[in-house]
C-alpha cells in the first residue's frame, strides 16, 4: 500500500470552477508536507511546504491545509485557469528526511 | 540565477548499454536528490548527497544504478546493462540543505530503452 495516496487519480474541470484534490498518508514521524504542479515535460515546481503547526496555506490561487492528527491535506484550486492543467503531487517529509511521493492527481483544464 | 540542468534532455539506448545522466545543481545548494518517474507513476526516490556525508543510496533499484557526486558540484546517475524497465524520466533536484528547505527540480532527463 502506498504510503501516500491521493485522491481524485485524475479530475477535469470547466474554467473558472473551484477544485480540490485529496492527500493522505500513513508516514510518521512527519516533519513537513508538499504540494508540487508538475507541467507535461517540465520538472516538478513547488506550490506550499506546510509544518506541523500550519493549517493552511495560500500561494494565489492555491490553498493548501493540513490536519496533521487524520494525516489529510488537501489543495483547494480557486478560479481555475487552462495553464492549471498539470499533475499535482503531494510529498510527505518524515522521519530522518526520508521522503514519500504521492502518484499525484492529474488535472485538466478545459475552456 | 540559474535553476538546475539536467543533460541531455533525451536518451534513446539499446538495451545492454550503459548510459551516464548529468546534474548540475543550483550553486550553493549543498543536498541534490534523483528520482524516477515512469510513465503514468509518481515519483520515486533514488538516491540523495548532502554535503560530505555518505549518500543515501537506499532508493536505488539494483546495482546496476550507482551515482557520484563531486563536493557539492555536478552529479552523475550511471545505469549499467540498461534494461527496458529502466525507461523513465529521471529527476535531478537541490536544495540548500536538506529537512524543511525547498527542493528546486531539473526539467528530468527522458532515457528510453529499446
Known amino acids: 500500500k502506498n504510503q501516500v495516496e491521493q485522491s481524485p487519480q485524475s479530475l477535469i474541470i470547466l474554467e473558472g470552477k473551484n477544485c480540490t484534490l485529496q492527500c493522505n498518508y500513513t508516514v510518521s514521524p512527519f516533519s513537513n508536507l508538499r504540494w508540487y504542479k508538475q507541467d507535461t515535460g517540465r520538472g516538478p515546481v513547488s506550490l506550499t511546504i506546510m509544518t506541523f503547526s500550519e493549517n493552511t496555506k495560500s500561494n494565489g490561487r492555491y490553498t493548501a491545509t493540513l490536519d496533521a492528527d487524520t494525516k489529510q491535506s488537501s489543495l483547494h484550486i480557486t478560479a481555475s485557469q487552462l495553464s492549471d492543467s498539470a499533475s499535482y503531487i503531494c510529498?510527505?517529509?518524515?522521519?530522518?528526511?526520508?521522503?514519500?511521493f504521492g502518484k499525484g492527481n492529474q488535472v485538466v483544464v478545459i475552456p | 540565477g540559474a535553476g538546475v540542468s539536467q543533460s541531455p534532455s533525451n536518451k534513446v539506448t539499446e538495451k545492454g548499454k550503459d548510459v551516464e545522466l548529468r546534474c548540475d545543481p543550483i550553486s550553493g545548494h549543498t543536498a541534490l536528490y534523483w528520482y524516477r518517474q515512469r510513465l503514468g507513476q509518481g515519483l520515486e526516490f533514488l538516491i540523495y548527497?548532502?554535503?560530505?556525508?555518505?549518500?543515501?543510496k537506499s532508493g536505488l533499484p539494483s546495482d546496476r544504478f550507482s551515482a557520484e557526486r563531486t563536493g557539492e558540484s555536478v552529479s552523475t546517475l550511471t545505469i549499467q546493462r540498461t534494461q527496458q524497465e529502466d525507461s523513465a524520466v529521471y529527476l535531478c533536484a537541490s536544495s540548500l540543505a536538506s529537512g524543511g528547505y525547498e527542493q528546486y527540480f531539473g526539467p528530468g532527463t527522458r532515457l528510453t530503452v529499446t
Open positions: 510529498v510527505v517529509i518524515y522521519g530522518n528526511n526520508r521522503l514519500a
Open positions: 548527497f548532502q554535503g560530505n556525508s555518505a549518500p543515501d
